[in-house]
């Protein structure tokens, strides 16, 4: 399995598109069709084996311990080529509280290297029964070479001191950035930024987002992208619907798409379009911070 989603990889095509300020790519990758189709109600997921539980994991994916009841998996159908998907040993729910201190420590252990990240459980993540992070090549993406690049005016800055915290100016998806050295001082904020969205966002069982973390010269970036909806509203695999189940590294600005047809005709209007409509509404968003 793992030969074939690396193949699908290496042959998948990425094409540019573009709208006003956004810049993105799109990856035709066919191998992701399962995943972006995923069927994440609680009656879906309660007939399938989970396949993040040791016990039902092929003989042949082993894993690299990661320490703190995680492990290193690698991701049978990746995205990027080292991709790895980090589960808990224990079969938990998907929950950013549980998982936020391990996302920063493993940043850090990975620092330059490595971006982690987590999908919350109606926002992408294709075992939400099951905690689990993921780790991809650092800065990668579209939206992480302006993060770290630090270009003027991608951030407006709510908060500057030992911990900044802002929200990334146009274009499309609004996300909030908070950046700073100390890790136990970042989970504090992080948590306070988290428990402010649970307030003013309140879904079940927590606020619907996208997160990551990466550490670069000493820094820590945590990236929030809180979201409205799972999926676009015209998501599916009819004519005319779209096959694009957003997940971090589609708000990211790499969007990953199953369907040749949906990586021909998408435009830059379109991918913006989406962003809007998956994403909490920037104006909102800057009151609450
Ligand atoms: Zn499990």
Known sequence: MM????????????????FGGLRCRLQFNPG?????????????????P??????????????????????????????FNPHFT?????????????CLPK????????????????????????????????????????????????????????????????????PEPPAIVIVGGDRS???????????KLAEHFPTDPEPMLNALALHTDGLFRVVLFPRASHRPTNFGTD???????PGLVDMLGLLITPRREDFDKLTGEAVAKIYQEVSRDRQRLIEML
């Open 3 to 18: 030969t074939k989603g690396v193949d699908c990889l290496a042959n998948s095509e990425v094409r540019e598109v573009a």
């Open 32 to 48: 992701r069709a399962v995943s972006a189709s995923a069927k994440v109600d609680a009656k879906s997921i309660a007939a399938r």
């Open 239 to 245: 004519d005319g619907q779209i096959l694009v189940s």
């Open 185 to 195: 001082t970042m989970l504090a904020r992080v948590e306070e930024v988290i428990a």
């Open 50 to 79: 989970c396949f993040l539980c040791e016990k039902n994991r092929p003989a042949e994916q082993r894993g690299v311990d990661a320490g703190g009841g995680y492990v290193f998996l690698c991701n049978p159908m990746p995205i």
């Open 103 to 170: 996302m920063l420590e493993l940043a850090e252990r990975l620092s330059g290297q490595f971006t982690v990240f987590y999908n919350g459980p109606r926002c992408g993540a294709s075992a939400p029964d099951h905690l689990h992070l993921q780790a991809i090549p650092l800065g990668a993406t579209p939206f992480e070479e302006q993060l770290i690049a630090d270009v003027d005016g991608f951030i407006n800055w709510s908060v500057t001191g030992d911990v900044s915290v802002g929200l990334t100016a146009d």
């Open 86 to 98: 980090v589960p808990t040993l224990e079969h938990q729910p998907q929950r950013i509280d549980t």
